[in-house]
C-alpha cells in the first residue's frame, strides 16, 4: 500500500506555499514571497518523491515492469495519468508506459 502520509504532507506543503505566495504578494514585503515558494517548493519535491517511491513502471512494448528514481520522474514527459515517456530497461527504447501503484 503506498504510503499516504508523505502524499498528504506533500499535498499540504503545496498548497500552503501557493497561498503563502499569494499573500506575500499582495500584501507583504516582496522578499516574504520567498518564504511561500520555498514551502510550495517543497511540497512538489515530497510529491514527486512518493511517485517515484509508490510506483511501477509497465513499458507497452515489452511488457517489463520497473522502478524509476526521482530525476526520471521529475524529467519525464507526462501523458497524461499515470503514464509517461520513459526508456525501458529492458528493450531499451523511449515509449510510453504506465504506472501502477505498489501494492
Not at 507497452?60 to 524509476?68: A, H, Q, S
Not at 501523458?79 to 528493450?91: A, D, I
Amino acid at each position: 500500500m503506498p504510503d499516504r502520509n508523505n502524499f498528504t504532507l506533500g499535498i499540504v506543503a503545496s498548497v500552503f506555499g501557493f497561498g503563502a505566495i499569494i499573500l506575500f504578494i499582495l500584501s507583504g514585503p516582496p522578499y516574504f514571497y520567498l518564504f511561500g515558494l520555498a514551502i510550495f517548493v517543497f511540497g512538489i519535491y515530497i510529491l514527486i518523491k512518493w511517485s517515484a517511491d509508490n510506483y511501477i513502471w509497465q513499458c507497452d512494448k515489452c511488457g517489463t515492469k520497473f522502478r524509476i528514481n526521482f530525476k526520471t520522474n521529475l524529467l519525464g514527459i507526462n501523458g497524461g495519468v499515470n503514464k509517461k515517456l520513459l526508456y525501458c530497461p529492458s528493450c531499451k527504447k523511449k515509449t510510453w508506459c504506465n504506472g501502477h501503484p505498489l501494492t
